[in-house]
């Protein structure tokens, strides 16, 4: 069988599931992918990765199709998700990243000042990030299920421009939220403008949603999520027209009372928060996505399949996305993807 063959996708005529269910349309089963589906657990991504580094896959658009693609030829995803890095925009306004062999994202030159924050570019995505946006359009054409576009949230890329890497405590961060909040405010408002504008660019390029990742929006206290973290995703997505968002945080139970002021369309759910009680607190015209923590993949099958029903059970038949708490990681089994998403398929609310 040819790889295209073997594509997961939508039957004809039928329109997707993962667009009905952000709609809070009833379903007979919730639609289902993973983040970081194209990745380091796929033995034909390893086989991509060998000859290249990171970054260099990131800016090769015809690479970047073709592993979004992998994980939807060997599983029935409903939808994928572009192969690209939250990072990249950064990079574009000025930052040089690196990724150390075994390490994490690295910025050399951290942002800790007003004169770094003035001295960061204002990008056009279309001239200074091309390869995502290539990759979405040649990505679209060939899949046969909605394709995800997606970017870091303005306090998540904060981040990682002040501490220069990723930290435990965000030491460096919440130095300038709480001692220059002017700066930082400032700092947020230029990354909110650009995120904005990437994710307006990517519904453009084909993008049949687009997600806005806020990783560490989640070692913020209440209040200061509420003053910080909040708005500037809101005024990211204030920009997207043409297609639905979704809104991710990890560690997000705290927020849900706020989470609806976003905006987003959708809001992710990480392993943590209790579906049912989440549901309650958005109310029933909010779609949720999630929760399955990635770790569960390894179990057994049927305690797989398991959580997998209980999940569904709890978030009901209209607007419930199935995905995971988090993204697969590279120790991730393939049965287990398997095992999951055998559950949602053989899931029937009639």
């Known amino acids: ?33 993973m983040m970081r589906q194209a990745g380091r657990y796929l033995p034909e991504y390893m086989a991509v990765r060998s000859t290249l580094s990171f970054l260099e896959l990131c800016h090769d658009a015809d690479l970047c199709c073709e592993v979004t693609l992998q994980p939807l030829r060997r599983f029935p995803f409903d939808a994928g998700i572009i192969f690209s890095d939250i990072l990249l ?12 062999k075994g390490e994490g994202p690295r910025f050399p030159n951290p942002v800790r000042d007003r004169a770094a924050i003035a001295a960061l570019k204002r990008i056009d995505p279309w001239r200074d990030l091309p390869s995502p946006l290539r990759a979405l359009q040649l990505t679209t054409a060939r899949a046969g299920v909605p394709i995800l576009g997606f970017a870091g949230a303005p306090f998540t890329l904060a981040c990682y421009l002040i501490e220069g890497e990723g930290s435990k405590d965000w030491h460096h961060t919440k130095s300038m939220m709480f001692t220059d909040p002017e700066a930082f405010g400032a700092l947020l408002d230029r990354l909110a403008e650009m995120v904005g504008d990437h994710l307006q660019a990517q519904v453009e390029a084909g993008a049949a949603c687009v997600q806005l990742f806020d990783t560490w929006a ?18 990211a ?89 988090h993204g697969l990681v590279p120790s991730s089994p393939i049965s287990g993807v398997h095992a999951a998403l055998d559950a949602v398929r053989g899931w029937s609310w009639a």
């Open 237 to 325: 997505l204030s920009k997207v027209r043409g297609a639905p968002t979704l809104y991710f945080t990890r560690d997000a139970s705290p927020f849900l009372p706020w989470l609806a002021e976003i905006g987003a369309d959708a809001i992710g759910l990480d392993w943590r928060a209790d579906m049912a009680h989440a549901r309650s607190v958005l109310g029933p015209h909010i779609p949720v996505q999630g929760n399955l923590d990635p770790q569960a993949l390894a179990a057994p099958p049927a305690v797989v399949a398991e959580k997998v029903r209980a999940i569904i059970s709890a978030a009901g038949p209209a607007g419930h996305v199935f995905n995971l708490g």
């Open 89 to 100: 925009p950064l990079e574009a306004m000025g930052c040089p990243l690196t990724f150390g």
């Open 218 to 235: 989640g070692a913020l206290a209440p209040d200061d999520f509420r003053r910080w973290a909040l708005p500037a995703a809101r005024k």
């Open 1 to 33: 069988m040819t790889a295209p063959e073997a594509l997961a996708a939508t039957p004809a005529g039928e329109e997707p599931l993962l667009l009905r269910a952000l709609r809070s349309e009833p379903l007979p089963r919730p639609p289902a992918w």
